[in-house]
């Protein structure tokens, strides 16, 4: 069973926007920090944000900064992460995951315990 299950990619057109789904399971995700990471074909794995288990700080890669946001809903098990003004370089496969203590150094992808398996954002006009 896959502890945590991405939804929500599609394709969109530049300047548009997706709202990316990651829900559990089984278990309870306000015991975790979630990490969204993305990966593009040829490329490593980038840490996109992260959203802290202990107050719900929120925490963006430059790249992301302003058009992103994390957020969470821990009665419906979900973190959602709201992409606006889709840019060419946002294009890849998105993945959430979860470790068991806060958001410093959130992009080292070694670190999380649960992983989902990817939902695929197109950006193209």
């Known amino acids: 069973q896959v502890p945590l299950v991405e939804s929500g990619g599609d394709l969109v057109q530049p300047g548009g926007s997706l709202r990316l789904s990651c829900v559990s399971s089984?278990?309870?995700?306000?015991?975790?920090?979630i990490g969204w990471f993305r990966q593009a074909p040829g490329k490593e794995r980038e840490g996109v944000g992260c959203?802290?288990?202990?107050?719900?700080?929120?925490y963006y890669a430059d790249s992301v900064k302003g058009r992103f946001t994390i957020s969470r809903d821990d009665d419906q098990k979900s973190v959602y992460l709201e992409m606006n003004n889709l840019k060419p370089d946002d294009p890849a496969i998105y993945y959430c995951a979860a470790r068991q203590w806060g958001c410093n150094y959130y992009s080292d992808s070694t670190t999380y315990l649960h992983w989902g398996q990817g939902t695929r954002v197109t950006v193209s006009s």
């Open positions: 089984g278990f309870r995700l306000n015991y975790y920090s």
């Open positions: 959203i802290s288990s202990s107050d719900g700080s929120t």
